[in-house]
């Protein structure tokens, strides 16, 4: 496996999220496909991807490893702070990478998802209509604004609170792509692929 590097300059701001294609992926081959984008600001408030990484499952060895392949080619990296999608395990990740920062959630990609996963379990007419699945579903996105040593703890007294039987399947996705290590078997093994970082540097890890 290889990750280009394609800055030299001081990083302050780092944020990450995850492009699930795993629809599409199954579709043709026996395997989920998390694509991890990696931006970063050097504090001017311009944005730009520094690592793309293939990512087999979200587990928290995966998301170490990844960290510690970008810190490899990116040594004097000491972001100030980051930012990513709700999910656990890289929020957890990149503090005991990079040491202390300033981490918060975003909610924005979790709502979108949410809605996507309604329509695919084909909820989403009954999530409109039915007060009861509207709320109850809604109540996974709350998470998101839950302190991080929180979070497990709360995720389970929200679990207990959704009683219908139609959102089980959206709680056990909710459990297995979003809470992490948390109550499930893992998916797949910690490799993990970087795909591209732009030119000109290139070292074989």
């Known amino acids: 496996m290889s990750l280009t590097v394609n800055c030299r300059v001081p990083l302050k701001y780092v944020s990450g999220y995850v492009i699930d294609m795993s629809e599409i992926c199954l579709k043709y081959v026996s395997t989920i496909c998390l694509v991890y984008v990696v931006l970063a600001d050097r504090g001017d ?3 730009f991807p520094i690592a793309d990484a293939l990512l087999p499952n979200k587990k928290r060895a995966t998301y170490d490893k990844m960290w510690a392949m970008i810190k490899q080619q ?18 957890k990740s990149i503090p005991a990478t990079f040491g202390l920062l300033i981490a918060d959630f975003r909610s924005f990609h979790l709502s979108q998802n949410h809605i996507k996963r309604l329509k695919i379990l084909k909820l989403f007419k009954l999530y409109k209509r039915n007060v009861d699945i509207y709320h109850q579903s ?5 998470l ?3 302190p991080v040593a929180q979070v497990h703890g709360f995720a389970d007294i929200v679990l207990t609170m959704i009683t219908l039987p139609e959102l089980q399947p959206l709680m056990q996705w909710f459990d297995s792509i979003y809470v992490g290590d948390h109550n499930h078997q893992p998916q797949g093994t910690a490799t993990v692929e970087c795909l591209r970082a732009g030119p000109p540097r290139s070292t074989a890890l």
Not at 78 to 85: A, I, M, R, V
Not at 138 to 142: E, G, I, T
């Open 144 to 146: 998101a604004y839950v």
């Open 138 to 142: 809604r109540l996974l996105l709350a």
């Open 74 to 91: 990116y040594p004097n990296l000491k972001p100030q702070s980051f930012s990513c999608d709700f999910e656990i395990n890289p929020y």
């Open 45 to 47: 408030g311009f944005h």
